[in-house]
């Protein structure tokens, strides 16, 4: 009973099946199997590396993006389950390759960097916190990186950078 | 991840359908799901998607009850009004639970049918007095959400062909202040070790009307102190009274806890959580509000 239910599993087609979504404001279609995860799909199959893979359990953070204007874990999301939905990475911070955005110079100009393993999870993170609060206080910048974890930088920089990020979109 | 296939309905009763045969499973945020997938743990045939389903995110104020769609994300039960008016204690849970990207996603229903010990939504909707709505293709069910965590005792919450579309609890009294505390290693992201949930009412005379005590992460599942609510009914709020309270809390838990390595810890430390949780609801209280 056993053994035919694993042969049933196994012989079962890994079907493949085309998605459809905004990526960083153009839209991309992608042929993903059920069991692909987003993070691996923008990786692999997309090529935009700036997403990166840590722990894979949702602990950690680098692989935030933003899914319809929210920060979500893309090594816990399916790939098809975005399918139609909004995506955008750190590539899609800017429009123009080379260019920064005001996110990225606050982060460089309070040094907030350091092995940049966890930065773009942390822009991201920043970035979903500022479209929707322009004039955060120091709590909701601690509150929209916890989810984020860094081991270089003891997040003092992160959160100044946070919020010099608010004050530089202001002007 | 085992293979399996993912369907996307248009309506709840195409979803049940796609679960009928017991080989489905529902996806909503899948912060646990995708978990188990990857362990191994579950093996569905199929992923069921709630993203069509605009059923299970209502949210619903009538005379007497509200209630609340199993889809709704814990980061829209932290700042809806209405939770916030009636289920003050399941808002709080809820902005304390993983972290923003957790929350954006993760369900009020996924968190009943994971059925953790510490589901930090589960605690407040139990002294909230919540029932489940459960549909199945053969179905539709109500049942108390103690008696759904009864069932289980460490398994699936729900038989392989259901599905929860939401929960429901009656209005809170007027005057009813409820909190929700937990102890974690961290702030964000943490697991509660030790959680509760208590709700008081507080009639004239500082005389307490009704209360409900609910705790999570100390046994198999979350479940309610109905010795110690017994001891605050019809008392006066008094220090006193607290102590003695705190003390059959403390009692109740290292009985439910039974030899486990983590019982000494939690039945000195729900001490301090119990006593500052119905300081507060007195304060509260007293303060005439």
Same mark, same amino acid.
């Given at each position: 009973m056993k053994s035919d239910e694993s042969k049933k599993r196994i012989s079962a087609p890994e079907s493949e099946r085309m998605i459809a979504f905004d990526l960083n404001g153009k839209s991309v279609s992608v042929s993903v199997v059920p069991d692909a995860l987003l993070v691996d799909v923008l990786r692999d199959q997309l090529g935009l590396t700036g997403t990166k893979k840590g722990c894979g359990i949702g602990e950690c953070g680098v692989c935030t993006v933003l899914l319809n204007g929210k920060a979500i874990y893309s090594c816990l999301t399916l790939a098809v389950t975005v399918d139609g939905g909004k995506v955008m990475t750190i590539e899609g911070l800017t429009a123009k390759e080379g260019q920064l955005d005001l996110l990225q110079e606050a982060f460089v100009e309070e040094g907030a960097v350091q092995c940049g393993y966890c930065t773009p999870g942390m822009i991201l993170s920043v970035k979903a916190l500022l479209d929707e609060n322009p004039n955060p206080t120091r709590e909701d910048v601690i509150t929209a990186i916890s989810g984020n974890l860094c081991?270089?930088?003891?997040y003092v920089k992160i959160i100044n950078a946070g919020l010099r990020a608010a004050e530089n979109r202001e002007r | 991840m085992g293979y399996f296939d993912y369907v996307r309905p248009n309506s709840l009763e195409e979803a049940l359908s796609y679960l009928a045969d017991g080989e489905g499973k529902v996806i909503a945020g899948g912060t646990d799901l995708v978990l188990l997938l990857k362990e191994g743990k579950l093996q569905p045939q199929r992923l069921v998607g709630l993203?069509?389903?605009? @059923? %299970?995110?209502v949210m619903e104020e009538e005379a007497k009850k509200i209630t609340l769609g199993a889809g709704i994300s814990f980061a829209k039960l932290a700042t809806s009004p209405l939770v916030q008016l009636y289920a003050r204690p399941l808002a709080q849970a809820a902005l304390q639970m993983g972290s923003v990207q957790i929350r954006n996603v993760a369900t009020l229903g996924g968190n009943i049918a994971t059925g953790?010990?510490?589901a930090d939504g589960v605690v407040p909707l139990l002294a909230l007095d919540a029932r489940v709505l459960i549909r199945s293709s053969r179905e539709n069910v109500k049942v108390e959400l103690y008696r759904l965590l009864d069932r289980k005792a460490g398994q @699936? %919450?729900?038989?392989?062909?259901e599905m929860i579309v939401g929960v429901e609890f009656p209005k809170p009294f007027p005057g009813t202040r409820g909190i929700f505390i937990k102890l974690g290693r961290r702030n964000a992201k943490n697991i509660a070790r030790l959680s509760l949930c208590a709700c008081l009412k507080v009639g004239s005379g500082g005389v307490i009307e009704r209360a409900a005590i609910a705790l999570g992460a100390a046994g198999p599942f979350p479940f309610r102190l109905i010795e110690a609510e017994r001891l605050l009914v019809g008392n006066q709020c008094m220090p006193e009274l607290i102590e003695e309270v705190v003390e059959e809390i403390s009692r109740a838990l290292a009985k439910n806890l039974g030899n486990r390595a983590s019982a000494p810890y939690k039945s000195y430390a729900i001490r301090g959580l119990a006593r500052e949780a119905l300081e507060q609801c007195f304060k509260v209280c007293d303060g005439g509000e």
């Open positions: 081991r270089c930088t003891g | 993203q069509r389903i605009p @059923a %299970v995110c953790s010990p510490a @699936a %919450v729900l038989r392989g062909d």
